[in-house]
T-cell receptor, first 116, second 112 residues
Framework: ETGVTQSPTHLIKTRGQQVTLRCSSQ?????VSWYQQALGQGPQFIFQ???????GRGNFPPRFSGLQFPNYSSELNVNALELDDSALYLC???????????????FGSGTRLTVV | DQQVKQNSPSLSVQEGRISILNCDYT??????FLWYKKYPAEGPTFLIS?????DKNEDGRFTVFLNKSAKHLSLHIVPSQPGDSAVYFC???????????FGSGTKLNVKP
């Protein structure tokens, strides 16, 4: 199986609810990063996981949390949803935690989250 | 306080001509730069990269130029093709950090 797959592709949630987004990494990749792309903006780094441990975090509040599983698949959880959380959430996988493989980041197609 | 900026939201070019997409950055610690291409309903795909020790990197029709003193990079596509129509993002990374800072993107339209 190749490529990064994300589920669901679209999701509508109500303000205050919780949401879980899922990502299946490309085969052989042990690092996963999550990005938030608001409308008209570039992707913003949320956090990265390497071998099930958080390996860097962007400027997002604690209600954004993540998990990486032994098979290197990953989840992004967002609690207490706010209207501004409406965005495309992108997952990217790569091999290794350092900078030697920045070209090798593979992005999924994203989950479009709408908070109403 | 966006550290990577793409000031042109859109660009329209005739097929066969050159497309020049620009990107500026403010963080002098950035030392690795990448261009990504994004089609609708797809994730960004890697296009070309450049390290700060170089000022030019070429891959087929795509060339990236880096001007460190001006904190500016550009992507040249020659010749442009209709299939190049997409949103192009530039991204930058600091030494010893493995996350990207993205610009807001430039939507390129190549007219047949």
């Amino acid at each position: 199986e190749t490529g990064v797959t994300q589920s669901p592709t679209h999701l509508i949630k109500t303000r205050g609810q919780q949401v879980t987004l899922r990502c299946s990494s490309q085969s052989g990749h042990n690092t996963v990063s999550w990005y938030q792309q608001a409308l008209g903006q570039g992707p913003q780094f949320i956090f990265q996981y390497y071998r099930e441990e958080e390996n860097g975090r962007g400027n997002f509040p604690p209600r954004f949390s993540g998990l990486q599983f032994p098979n290197y698949s990953s989840e992004l959880n967002v609690n207490a949803l706010e209207l501004d959380d409406s965005a495309l959430y992108l997952c990217a996988s790569s091999s290794g935690q350092d900078r030697t493989n920045l070209d090798g980041y593979t992005f999924g197609s994203g989950t479009r989250l709408t908070v109403v | 306080d966006q550290q990577v900026k793409q000031n042109s939201p859109s660009l329209s070019v005739q097929e066969g001509r050159i497309s020049i997409l620009n990107c500026d950055y403010t963080n002098s610690m950035f030392d690795y730069f990448l261009w990504y291409k994004k089609y609708p309903a797809e994730g960004p795909t890697f296009l070309i990269s450049i390290s700060s020790i170089k000022d030019k990197n070429e891959d087929g029709r795509f060339t990236v130029f880096l001007n460190k003193s001006a904190k500016h990079l550009s992507l040249h596509i020659v010749p442009s093709q209709p299939g190049d129509s997409a949103v192009y993002f530039c991204a930058a990374s600091e030494y010893n950090f493995n996350k990207f800072y993205f610009g807001s993107g430039t939507k390129l339209n190549v007219k047949p």
